[in-house]
């Protein structure tokens, strides 16, 4: 693994969490919130997986080019 990996895994679950964080708020407000402000939050919440997407494209892209993954070796370690 190179620090350039680092970064972009760091970058993509910050994303995760960014965007799993819109999400719940999303779920949670939905009965809640006026039509007009659920359809913003709704596009945050776009916006914010799109985000994700593409910090998971650059980390794929990284690692494919790179061959920095990181070890795919059985996961128990990584198992949560
Ligand atoms: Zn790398």
């Known amino acids: 693994m190179c620090d350039e990996f680092d970064k972009l895994m760091l970058a993509y679950q910050q994303a995760v969490i960014k965007h799993t964080e819109t999400l719940v708020l999303l779920e949670g407000f939905r009965t809640k919130l ?10 945050v919440v776009e916006q914010n997986r799109l985000a994700l997407e593409e910090a998971r494209r650059n980390l794929e892209e990284h690692a494919a080019s790179h061959g920095c993954l990181p070890s795919t070796e059985p996961s128990d370690a990584a198992t949560t």
Do not use: A
């Not at 006026?34 to 596009?43: A, F, G, P, V, W």
């Open 34 to 43: 006026s039509k007009q402000d659920y359809d913003r939050l709704e596009q």
